[in-house]
């Protein structure tokens, strides 16, 4: 309904900028054309991102300045912004709406399992467009207390108020064997509708400077990493990616061996081989938010020739399955961007419940950035801080 509209209104409980970017160009016609624009966004526990609302007063910058067109966060200390409500007007004078559970964001609008109940005047000219539409309006008109029109100006207040741009809550982690049941009884449904979503720097714009190292660590747990490390940051070598370049054999990323003492690893098997059962999520730099899983398939992290008869030189190794390889690859291929090669970087972050994430990097100013961290072993890898890699898809609220 975009094309020809004059007036778009939205209130939505969650909102990331990739809800409105795969119709990005038919709001910057709505605003050409001198329509109304009204966003209205739920400012929920502080996790809206700046850089979203950012994007949002760029796309109004395209457009004449005397346009009607406004942003306005709505909280509450001690309830949820949740409504889902879209309205339309266009030049015919018809009116269209979506009420229903989706929120303006990538998942709201391509991969949850949403309702919505849909009308329109020509259809439906008894229903309630006037309400919905002054529903929207009231946020935007300072009707209320818990209502804040903003300008670009006031981004960096928020944010060092801690109105936004805050750390997600980490969800409870899953022990392995529940997350596997979980994926059997309820197997993965992938992307609902395939939407494009902004292609983001996975670091930010400046270098990264890595801080000091304190004192060697105490052994056998996730939770001891130098200087509050998250997990590390590794150049890849030709090894690392042998699958992605018509290798044979195990798939597997060297870890460097001063990891171990934060593995909670135990005897396993035969040569009684330090090991670690972990699930696995991967993604690329350049597609962010599409995560592949390793799901059922059992995978671990194992010290090779570390077991009690030693029968090889001495390997930690990340064994990251042929299953992950393939569907990093068919990423590639659907977004037409290159599978990870040789020189390219990973970050592996370690999370409660032996769960493993792995970002490969491979966007050339991405690698730039995080270089500075690879202070390791001959400039081989570094510890990863926290705040340096972009937020996972299902870390984002969309209730």
């Not at 529940?178 to 994926?183: D, F, L, N």
């Not at 398939?297 to 030189?313: C, E, F, K, L, W």
Request: proline residues 8%; contains cysteine; glycine residues 8%.
């Amino acid at each position: 309904m975009l094309p020809e509209a004059t007036y778009f209104g939205c209130q939505t409980g969650y909102f990331s900028y990739d809800g409105i970017y795969p119709l990005e160009g038919e709001f910057l016609n709505l605003l050409n054309r001198f329509g109304a624009f009204r966003l209205v966004v739920g400012a929920n526990e502080s996790g809206i991102r700046k850089s979203d609302l950012e994007d949002v007063f760029d796309l109004f910058d395209k457009a004449p300045s005397n346009v009607s067109k406004s942003l306005t966060l709505v909280a509450a200390d001690d309830i949820l912004m949740h409504p889902k409500s879209y309205y339309v007007e266009r030049a015919d004078g018809s009116k269209h709406a979506l009420v229903g559970s989706a929120n303006l964001t990538h998942p709201g609008l391509s991969r949850n399992i949403e309702a919505a109940l849909v009308i329109d005047s020509v259809n439906d000219p008894g229903a309630p467009f006037s309400e919905i539409r002054t529903a929207i309006e009231k946020w935007h008109l300072h009707e209320h207390v818990n209502a804040y029109r903003i300008a670009r100006t006031d981004l960096a207040k928020l944010a060092t108020d801690g109105m936004i741009d805050q750390p997600k809550r980490p969800r409870p982690a899953q022990p392995p064997l529940a997350r596997r049941e979980r994926s059997k009884r309820f197997p993965g449904l992938g992307a609902i509708i395939k939407l494009p979503r902004k292609r983001r720097a996975v670091v930010a714009a400046t270098p990264v400077r890595r801080p000091r190292l304190p004192a060697p660590v105490p052994v056998g747990t996730l939770g001891t990493m130098p200087n509050g490390a998250i997990g590390i940051i590794k150049r890849l070598t030709a090894l690392d990616t042998k699958g992605f370049n018509g290798g044979t054999g195990t798939l597997y990323i060297a870890l460097p061996k001063a990891l171990t003492r934060n593995l909670p690893m135990a005897p396993y098997g035969k040569n009684q081989e330090p090991r670690i059962d972990v699930t696995v999520e991967a993604r690329l730099d350049t597609v962010p938010g599409e995560v592949v899983l390793s799901g059922d398939s059992p995978t671990n992290i194992t010290h090779v020739g570390a077991g009690a008869t030693r029968t090889s030189h001495g390997d930690l190794r990340f064994n990251y399955l042929v299953k992950v390889k393939r569907g990093i690859e068919t990423l590639a291929a659907d977004y037409r961007v290159r599978p990870p090669a040789e020189d390219d970087l990973v970050a592996i972050e370690f999370l409660g419940g032996q769960r493993v994430r792995a970002t490969f990097i491979t966007e050339t100013v991405a690698i730039a950035n995080l270089t500075p961290l690879l202070d390791q072993h001959d400039n081989g890898w570094g510890w990863l801080p926290p705040s340096v890699i972009a937020p996972w898809a299902d870390d984002e609220d969309d209730a």
